[in-house]
């Protein structure tokens, strides 16, 4: 069967608007109630995506709003270690992803951290939206 993933990334509406623009539209209170709807109803387990940033949403208070929002809930957190995009200074480790899924787990959180692949070609999770951007906007990718 198939998972539903949800990309969460920050349990503070603001910081997740900064991460996810499309978090304006839908903010996190609203999202979390369909997230919680959706498992009651269907049974079915959510899989949370979190890019794990450094200085961003990767502290122990962090790992407190994100436990507390989604506690009791049929979820699992999929952590991701940030790549490195040029036009952010977003940056982590894997150590700093295994800490924060340690956090988790004190919490009562089921959390794994991802294997990266690509980030040594820049084709990472993250990297390719960049210059997919840049090819749509209008100018044919003149500005790479």
Do not use: W
């Not at 899989?47 to 940033?53: G, L, Q, S």
């Amino acid at each position: 069967g198939l998972t539903l993933s949800v990309s969460l990334h920050s349990a503070d509406d603001k910081r997740r608007s900064e991460i996810m623009p499309v978090n304006r539209k839908y903010h996190i209170p609203e999202l979390i109630r369909a997230c919680r709807d959706y498992t009651e109803k269907t049974g079915r387990r959510i899989t949370f995506e979190y890019a794990v940033i450094d200085d961003v949403n990767s502290s122990e208070k962090d790992a407190d709003k994100l436990s507390a929002l989604i506690r009791g809930m049929n979820c699992h957190v999929n952590l991701i270690p940030v790549n490195k995009v040029k036009e952010r200074n977003y940056r982590t480790t894997r150590a700093k992803a295994a800490d924060f899924a340690k956090y988790l787990a004190e919490r009562g959180i089921n959390a794994t951290v991802r294997r990266t692949l690509g980030s040594d070609i820049e084709a990472a999770c993250g990297q390719l939206r960049c210059d997919a951007d840049k090819e749509n906007s209008g100018n044919g990718g003149a500005d790479k």
